[in-house]
Structure formats: structure tokens, C-alpha cells
């Protein structure tokens, strides 16, 4: 018999706290899932510990592939899923015991939805919560997506159907938004359901990869992002005009990064620029402004 939840956990080089995070996950009060384990492609002993952990619950399946990025992995766990619903999960973070059963009882109440999320707390290394975002309470999670990725990957479930007519990007280039690009191609197409409960830990550490990210590694990100949404006929249709905003400030974004490493002055201005031409009303925004004050 199928789980009703499958959770695709993609690992590179996480051997140690790869143990942590499975037996947090295992402590689930609604114990109908598999987990799925994706080595992509390790170089220390993170796939010999998946292994081994797997002989300790039958829920637990392995897989490995070459090195691919996060959002390969994911795709590739996700073709061996099982489950009715998807979570993609980190390695490096904590799971709540309510993280399923909250889910579930969402779903027995609204029926069997696209797409759903809940929250979550940004947490140390020993688990004490330093923060919790802030979510939008005055618009829909699709509108707020245009805005700023207030999802961290572990908080959304998608339906399996729905998550298989979806995959991420496979693109390095892309490392690092593979999730919001995702995030705004779903919230094209359905509406984001959203759960008001806390139910996982984000472990907020110098190497996660929104903290190790360079100027330049920035600007082919965003520059792919822009036109993965401006090719996306749904992502078109459903935002209109506001997609020239949407464009502006991942442009502003690039020339924030340029300025404050206080050397590559000609592609701020040069970003500056391609911000206004898509947006001029960039110009009063407050990433434009502060590129413009590190220029000085």
C-alpha cells in the first residue's frame, strides 16, 4: 500500500548532522510516509550513513546519483516517490512531529488541494528559535511570491500529480532560487493554500547556500531566472504588467550585489540601467537607492 506522504531529502556532503535530521523526521505523529534519500553525488561518508540509517526503519529509501545540484536531486527522489503528497525536505534542518499531521488534517478538512504551506522558525544549531518570518496576512501567498521568496523549500507540499507536471529547473545556474522559481510556475497555474503553524526548524548556518553566494554567481542566477518567468506564458498571464516589476528588482538585486563588493562600478551602473528600462519606477525603491549610495 502506497504512503499518503513522500519526503525527498536531497544530501551532499552532510554525513554528520544527516542522523539528527533523519530521527527528527522518523518521530512523526502521522507516521504514513516513506522517506526518500538522495545522495547527489557526496564526497565524504554522507551515503554509507544513508545507508545505514535505512536498515534501522523500512520507511527509509536510498538512492545516489552524480553531482547535479539540489534541484536535480529532488526531481530524482521525486520519480520514485510513492506518496500522495510531496515534501521536499533539507538535510540540514529540523522537522517538527506535527509537520505531517497538521498537513493531513488540513487536507481532510479542504479536500485533496494542489498546493499548500505552512510556516516555519529559523533556529540554531542547538535548536533555539532566533527568529520567525514574517508572512503575509493582507494578500494570497501568489501575490506575495511576486514580492519575495518567504518560503523555505521544506514548508510546501504538493500533490504528486501536480508536483510531476512540475520539476525544478535543472540548472546550476539557477542554485540557490531553483524553489522560487518553482514556487511562482505553481502559483501560475493554482492557488497556494496556507497553514498557520509552525512545523519545522530552518537551521540558519554560514554554509548554507543563500549565505556563500557570489556577485557573479548572482548575476547568472538572476539573469536565468528573468528569463525562465518572462518564457512562461502562465507566469505572463497570470501577473500582466507586474512581471516588468518582478524583473526590475532581480536587476536592482544584481546591481546591490556589484556595488557593495566596491569594485565592479561599470555593471552596477550597467544593471542600474536594464532596472529602469524594465521598471522605471525602480527608481524609488529601496535596492536601487542603496545601490546608488554605495556607488558614492
Not at 492557488?191 to 519545522?200: D, G, K, P, V
Given at each position: 500500500?502506497s504512503?499518503?506522504?513522500?519526503?525527498?531529502?536531497?544530501?551532499?556532503?552532510?554525513?554528520?548532522?544527516?542522523?539528527?535530521?533523519?530521527?527528527a523526521?522518523?518521530?512523526?505523529?502521522?507516521?504514513?510516509?516513506?522517506?526518500?534519500?538522495?545522495?547527489?553525488?557526496?564526497?565524504?561518508?554522507?551515503?554509507?550513513?544513508?545507508?545505514?540509517?535505512?536498515?534501522?526503519?523500512?520507511?527509509?529509501?536510498?538512492?545516489?546519483?552524480?553531482?547535479?545540484?539540489?534541484?536535480?536531486?529532488?526531481?530524482?527522489?521525486?520519480?520514485?516517490?510513492?506518496?500522495?503528497?510531496?515534501?521536499?525536505?533539507?538535510?540540514?534542518?529540523?522537522?517538527?512531529?506535527?509537520?505531517?499531521?497538521?498537513?493531513?488534517?488540513?487536507?481532510?478538512?479542504?479536500?485533496?488541494?494542489?498546493?499548500?504551506?505552512?510556516?516555519?522558525?529559523?533556529?540554531?544549531?542547538?535548536?533555539?528559535?532566533?527568529?520567525?518570518?514574517?508572512?503575509?496576512?493582507?494578500?494570497?501567498?501568489?501575490?506575495?511570491?511576486?514580492?519575495?521568496?518567504?518560503?523555505?523549500?521544506?514548508?510546501?507540499?504538493?500533490?504528486?500529480?501536480?508536483?510531476?507536471?512540475?520539476?525544478?529547473?535543472?540548472?546550476?545556474?539557477?542554485?540557490?532560487?531553483?524553489?522560487?522559481?518553482?514556487?511562482?510556475?505553481?502559483?501560475?497555474?493554482?492557488?497556494?493554500?496556507?497553514?498557520?503553524?509552525?512545523?519545522?526548524?530552518?537551521?540558519?548556518?554560514?554554509?548554507?547556500?543563500?549565505?556563500?553566494?557570489?556577485?557573479?554567481?548572482?548575476?547568472?542566477?538572476?539573469?536565468?531566472?528573468i528569463?525562465?518567468?518572462?518564457?512562461?506564458?502562465?507566469?505572463?498571464?497570470?501577473?500582466?504588467?507586474?512581471?516588468?516589476?518582478?524583473?526590475?528588482?532581480?536587476?536592482?538585486?544584481?546591481?546591490?550585489?556589484?556595488?557593495?563588493?566596491?569594485?565592479?562600478?561599470?555593471?552596477?551602473?550597467?544593471?542600474?540601467?536594464?532596472?529602469?528600462?524594465?521598471d522605471p519606477?525602480?527608481?524609488?525603491?529601496r535596492?536601487?537607492?542603496?545601490?546608488?549610495?554605495?556607488?558614492?
Amino acid at each position: 500500500m502506497s504512503p499518503y506522504f513522500s519526503i525527498v531529502v536531497p544530501c551532499y556532503n552532510r554525513h554528520e548532522i544527516l542522523p539528527a535530521t533523519v530521527a527528527a523526521i522518523l518521530q512523526q505523529q502521522d507516521g504514513d510516509f516513506e522517506l526518500l534519500l538522495v545522495d547527489d553525488g557526496s564526497q565524504d561518508q554522507t551515503l554509507a550513513v544513508a545507508q545505514e540509517l535505512a536498515l534501522c526503519d523500512a520507511r527509509i529509501r536510498v538512492f545516489t546519483q552524480p553531482n547535479a545540484e539540489r534541484g536535480a536531486a529532488r526531481n530524482y527522489g521525486l520519480h520514485q516517490a510513492r506518496g500522495r503528497y510531496v515534501n521536499y525536505f533539507d538535510c540540514d534542518d529540523k522537522m517538527y512531529p506535527h509537520h505531517l499531521r497538521v498537513i493531513r488534517e488540513f487536507l481532510a478538512r479542504n479536500g485533496e488541494v494542489e498546493l499548500l504551506h505552512t510556516e516555519y522558525d529559523v533556529i540554531t544549531a542547538d535548536g533555539k528559535v532566533v527568529g520567525r518570518p514574517a508572512y503575509p496576512l493582507r494578500v494570497s501567498t501568489s501575490e506575495a511570491l511576486l514580492h519575495d521568496n518567504f518560503l523555505a523549500c521544506n514548508t510546501v507540499f504538493v500533490r504528486h500529480d501536480i508536483a510531476l507536471a512540475n520539476p525544478f529547473v535543472e540548472d546550476r545556474c539557477l542554485a540557490s532560487a531553483e524553489d522560487w522559481e518553482l514556487w511562482l510556475r505553481l502559483a501560475s497555474q493554482y492557488s497556494f493554500h496556507y497553514i498557520a503553524a509552525r512545523t519545522f526548524g530552518l537551521c540558519e548556518h554560514a554554509g548554507r547556500s543563500l549565505n556563500t553566494i557570489g556577485a557573479e554567481a548572482v548575476r547568472l542566477r538572476d539573469e536565468r531566472f528573468i528569463e525562465l518567468v518572462e518564457s512562461n506564458a502562465a507566469f505572463v498571464q497570470r501577473y500582466g504588467c507586474r512581471v516588468a516589476y518582478f524583473v526590475a528588482n532581480r536587476y536592482t538585486f544584481i546591481t546591490l550585489t556589484f556595488a557593495l563588493t566596491k569594485r565592479r562600478r561599470l555593471d552596477t551602473l550597467r544593471y542600474l540601467l536594464k532596472a529602469l528600462r524594465a521598471d522605471p519606477t525602480v527608481l524609488w525603491r529601496r535596492r536601487f537607492l542603496a545601490s546608488l549610495k554605495h556607488l558614492i
